[in-house]
T-cell receptor, first 113, second 111 residues
Framework: DADVTQTPRNRITKTGKRIMLECSQT?????MYWYRQDPGLGLRLIYY???????NKGEISDGYSVSRQAQAKFSLSLESAIPNQTALYFC????????????FGPGTRLTVL | QKEVEQNSGPLSVPEGAIASLNCTYS??????FFWYRQYSGKSPELIMF????GDKEDGRFTAQLNKASQYVSLLIRDSQPSDSATYLC???????????FGKGTKLSVIP
């Protein structure tokens, strides 16, 4: 089945460490997104990309960077992790032709100590 | 700042009843409205979306928009225990590719 996968699924790290979260998809979608979800705050958009050469900041991009290595791969990096980046991170994809339909990956639970 | 507000719940309804979920939005120019379902520990999945020009029915689910009062609702008919989940409302503003999500309403359907 065409799918969205995220690695790792769980990660515990320490303050100041560099962390990369990876997202891959086999849906053939050109648009990819990174969100974080915090209890009581809902889902918030970090970055989004409409193709390999197009990267856009979302609502809360500070402290994060991304890389679109290929149409199917979109990575999120935390250059120097801090405790308030502890959250559940979701990657999502959509097709340009049906951009309203976003499909979410299973999520990565990140804990920064 | 664009805001989407939802009652966090929990909203409890008996099996077979109609569940009514609501959210309000602050951006009057919003054009697309989304309802996602998220089971505990799982990722959000899209139930349905509507544009500013009308309501939509899909099986047991109906999404309705009240533009004048700036709220959107999701009705779930013949509620089932499997409908127990958190329901996220999201809104896309005019000319924007970004979705603004509410914090979600937890629904519990009691057998």
């Amino acid at each position: 089945d065409a799918d969205v996968t995220q690695t790792p699924r769980n990660r515990i790290t320490k303050t100041g460490k560099r962390i990369m979260l990876e997202c891959s998809q086999t849906k053939g979608h050109d648009r990819m997104y990174w969100y974080r979800q915090d209890p009581g705050l809902g889902l918030r958009l970090i970055y989004y990309s409409f193709d390999v050469k197009d990267i856009n900041k979302g609502e809360i991009s500070d402290g994060y960077s991304v890389s679109r290595q290929a149409q199917a791969k979109f990575s999120l990096s935390l250059e120097s992790a801090i405790p308030n980046q502890t959250a559940l991170y979701f990657c999502a994809t959509s097709a340009t032709s049906s951009y309203n339909e976003q499909f979410f990956g299973p999520g990565t639970r990140l804990t920064v100590l | 700042q664009k805001e989407v507000e939802q009652n966090s719940g929990p909203l409890s309804v008996p099996e077979g009843a109609i569940a009514s979920l609501n959210c309000t939005y602050s951006d009057r120019g919003s054009q697309s409205f989304f309802w996602y379902r998220q089971y505990s520990g799982k990722s959000p999945e899209l139930i349905m979306f509507i544009y500013s020009n009308g309501d939509k029915e899909d099986g047991r689910f109906t999404a309705q928009l009240n533009k004048a009062s700036q709220y959107v609702s999701l009705l779930i008919r013949d509620s089932q225990p499997s409908d127990s989940a958190t329901y996220l409302c999201a809104v896309r503003g005019a000319g924007s590719y970004q979705l603004t999500f509410g914090k979600g309403t937890k629904l519990s359907v009691i057998p």
